[in-house]
């Protein structure tokens, strides 16, 4: 929802290139970049999934 807000706010200022991507960051690392790490949270704990 954060970056669909900001691509939102960005198209407002006149950005018409911002997109925002559905299912965010964690579905662009497993489809496109493997290389971008990846974070698993348990609680208030985040740890890198490999």
Same mark, same amino acid.
């Not at 939102?8 to 489809?31: M, N, P, V």
């Given at each position: 929802?954060?970056? %669909?807000?900001?691509? %939102?706010? %960005?198209h407002? +200022? @006149? /950005?018409?290139?911002? =997109?925002?991507i /559905? @299912?965010?960051i964690? +579905?662009?690392?497993t489809d496109t970049d &493997?290389?971008? &790490? #990846?974070y698993? #949270? #348990? @609680?208030s =704990?985040?740890?890198?999934? =490999?």
């Amino acid at each position: 929802m954060r970056s %669909l807000e900001a691509t %939102l706010i %960005l198209h407002h +200022l @006149g /950005f018409t290139g911002a =997109r925002s991507i /559905f @299912g965010g960051i964690d +579905l662009w690392a497993t489809d496109t970049d &493997p290389a971008i &790490p #990846r974070y698993s #949270r #348990r @609680g208030s =704990r985040c740890t890198i999934v =490999r």
